[in-house]
């Protein structure tokens, strides 16, 4: 089993409507967890970061954590095809005092005009 | 990113011949990361350093090396390359283990 997984999609949302990722992790992964967007041939671009239970809001993106059932989740609202992207979800693993991120597989998220 | 220059950008070789990538940052980050990318498996770690002369295994580091002579740079070696390592290798930095990493623009590199 993966640490973090991911539907791996293709998810397609109409223009204007709401976007939701969702990742699930396993007992290893800490309470670090990142949402990062990679754009067809770009590099991961970090958007959201969220280190305890609850919502965390900046701008149109969302994120949700509930440690208890051990999922984090992104909602894009208003989503605009520039949404249109491959959404990364990663959590840090505690390593002898270095954490480290691992990564879910990503899921491809298409804004239909 | 322009805190995190990547070479080379692409690059094609033979199997069985050494090929060395480079990140170098401006940052003056303590912590970075290299990953390769291939379809279906997302972004694994391959190794990553702590500090200068400080290093780790990740998840996939087999038939790769890394040194980090300074803390700007840190070069990740494949000492005989295999058509398995045929990916798009990233560069990542962070400040502290905990915080979000910034990428690099990667390299696509083939080995034929």
């Known amino acids: 089993q993966k640490e973090v997984e991911q539907n791996s999609g293709p998810l397609s949302v109409p223009e204007g409507a709401i976007a939701s990722l969702n990742c699930t992790y396993s007992?290893?992964?800490?309470?670090?967890f990142f949402w990062y967007r990679q754009y067809s041939g770009k590099s991961p671009e970090l958007i959201m970061s969220?280190?305890?239970?609850g919502d965390k809001e900046d701008g149109r993106f969302t994120a949700q954590l509930n440690k208890a059932s051990q999922y984090v989740s992104l909602l894009i609202r208003d989503s605009q095809p520039s949404d249109s992207a491959t959404y990364l979800c990663?959590?840090?693993?505690?390593?002898?005092?270095?954490?480290?991120?691992?990564f879910g597989t990503g899921t491809r998220l298409t804004i239909i005009p | 990113d322009a805190g995190i220059t990547q070479s080379p950008r692409h690059k094609v070789t033979e199997t069985g011949t050494p090929v060395t990538l480079r990140c170098h940052q401006t940052e003056n980050h303590r912590y970075m990361y290299w990953y390769r990318q291939d379809p279906g498996h997302g972004l694994r770690l391959i190794h990553y350093?702590?500090?200068?002369?400080?290093?780790d295994k990740g998840e996939v580091s087999d038939g790769y090396s890394v040194s980090r002579s300074k803390t700007e740079d840190f070069l990740l070696t494949l000492e005989s390359a295999t058509s398995s390592q045929t990916s798009v290798y990233f560069c990542a930095i962070s400040t502290l283990a905990e915080q979000p990493q910034h990428f690099g623009d990667g390299t696509r590199l083939s080995i034929l």
């Open positions: 969220i280190y305890s239970n």
């Open positions: 350093s702590y500090g200068v002369k400080d290093t």
């Open positions: 007992d290893r992964v800490s309470q670090s």
């Open positions: 990663a959590g840090a693993i505690s390593n002898f005092g270095n954490e480290k991120l691992t």
